[in-house]
């Protein structure tokens, strides 16, 4: 038998396993796809996560922006809602793990974490029903809250309830090479440094004077490494003890102002936001050291 016959008869055979496969009861029919099919990122506007014994969660989108309706619809990691959102809607149904009820339990699927997604209407966009971690701890198990399949879910950890873990902490950000004016006041001291464009991390007051270009670049360094602890009320202070205000190349503005600190911290506003939030005290002591070193 020449090499091509043989060849030809390879490919004959398999073409009879394959018909064999595709007659009714000849071999396994069940449809790949979305596990959940309705899921349309797009058009998703709020996500509720609910666990029993815990509070749910809501994140809401609003003109595209991510908040938490629970911590006074204060901003929340848009990054992380829309990464959950993408690994929902990338969720396939190939790896089921078990259509047998009774093996919920054993997988975590009996309760989990209730995952809905609705539109800007209140219609439910999705909805799975997170278990429990692998035994590898790369994937999940889900399933869908009116189906007994479930499976086996990649890639997606298990979500969090903790409003935290979600919450925008970061409360300025920035480049600071493109800063081009500060604006420091504490009480009635006041300073105002300006960069000097010809000289490499040099700065200076109005009258010329210079300034250390090291306490400068600590007091960005520390502004742009300060988180909140707590979103306090949603609406800014109305009275301030200190403030400082960075002036960028393209003309826009960004700083904090804050309250006489307490024991516990010192509550802050970012400039032009409609909240009040707090500084633990670790946060306001380094900040606050970071000025002090620049104030006259």
């Given at each position: 038998?020449?090499?091509?016959?043989?060849?030809?008869?390879?490919?004959?055979?398999?073409?009879?396993?394959?018909?064999?496969?595709?007659?009714?009861?000849?071999?396994?029919?069940?449809?790949?796809?979305?596990?959940?099919?309705?899921?349309?990122?797009?058009?998703?506007?709020?996500?509720?996560?609910?666990?029993?014994?815990?509070?749910?969660?809501?994140?809401?989108?609003?003109?595209?922006?991510?908040?938490?309706?629970?911590?006074?619809?204060?901003?929340?990691?848009?990054?992380?809602?829309?990464?959950?959102?993408?690994?929902?809607?990338?969720?396939?149904?190939?790896?089921?793990?078990?259509?047998?009820?009774?093996?919920?339990?054993?997988?975590?699927?009996?309760?989990?974490?209730?995952?809905?997604?609705?539109?800007?209407?209140?219609?439910?966009?999705?909805?799975?029903?997170?278990?429990?971690?692998?035994?590898?701890?790369?994937?999940?198990?889900?399933?869908?809250?009116?189906?007994?399949?479930?499976?086996?879910?990649?890639?997606?950890?298990?979500?969090?309830?903790?409003?935290?873990?979600?919450?925008?902490?970061?409360?300025?950000?920035?480049?600071?090479?493109?800063?081009?004016?500060?604006?420091?006041?504490?009480?009635?001291?006041?300073?105002?440094?300006?960069?000097?464009?010809?000289?490499?991390?040099?700065?200076?007051?109005?009258?010329?004077?210079?300034?250390?270009?090291?306490?400068?670049?600590?007091?960005?360094?520390?502004?742009?490494?300060?988180?909140?602890?707590?979103?306090?009320?949603?609406?800014?202070?109305?009275?301030?003890?200190?403030?400082?205000?960075?002036?960028?190349?393209?003309?826009?503005?960004?700083?904090?102002?804050?309250?006489?600190?307490?024991?516990?911290?010192?509550?802050?506003?970012?400039?032009?936001?409609?909240?009040?939030?707090?500084?633990?005290?670790?946060?306001?002591?380094?900040?606050?050291?970071?000025?002090a070193a620049l104030l006259p």
């Amino acid at each position: 038998m020449s090499r091509r016959n043989a060849l030809l008869g390879l490919l004959l055979a398999g073409l009879v396993v394959l018909d064999l496969l595709t007659l009714p009861g000849g071999g396994p029919s069940r449809a790949i796809g979305p596990l959940l099919p309705g899921l349309d990122v797009a058009a998703a506007a709020e996500v509720e996560l609910r666990a029993d014994g815990t509070e749910p969660l809501v994140l809401r989108r609003e003109g595209g922006a991510w908040t938490l309706p629970s911590t006074l619809g204060y901003a929340a990691q848009g990054s992380l809602a829309e990464d959950l959102l993408t690994r929902l809607a990338s969720l396939s149904t190939l790896d089921l793990v078990t259509e047998d009820p009774a093996r919920h339990r054993e997988y975590g699927v009996d309760q989990g974490t209730l995952i809905t997604v609705r539109d800007a209407e209140g219609a439910t966009l999705a909805a799975l029903l997170q278990g429990g971690i692998t035994p590898d701890r790369r994937a999940t198990y889900g399933r869908s809250p009116a189906e007994d399949r479930t499976y086996r879910l990649p890639l997606l950890s298990p979500v969090r309830l903790d409003p935290d873990w979600w919450l925008d902490a970061r409360l300025l950000t920035f480049e600071p090479g493109l800063v081009r004016r500060v604006e420091l006041a504490e009480g009635d001291r006041v300073l105002v440094l300006e960069r000097d464009l010809a000289r490499v991390g040099v700065w200076r007051t109005p009258a010329g004077d210079p300034a250390s270009g090291s306490s400068v670049d600590a007091l960005l360094d520390a502004l742009r490494s300060t988180f909140l602890s707590e979103v306090v009320e949603d609406r800014p202070l109305e009275q301030a003890s200190w403030s400082v205000t960075l002036v960028l190349a393209d003309g826009t503005r960004r700083g904090l102002v804050a309250s006489a600190p307490g024991e516990g911290g010192a509550d802050v506003s970012v400039l032009e936001s409609p909240f009040r939030v707090r500084l633990d005290a670790a946060a306001w002591s380094r900040l606050r050291a970071a000025s002090a070193a620049l104030l006259p």
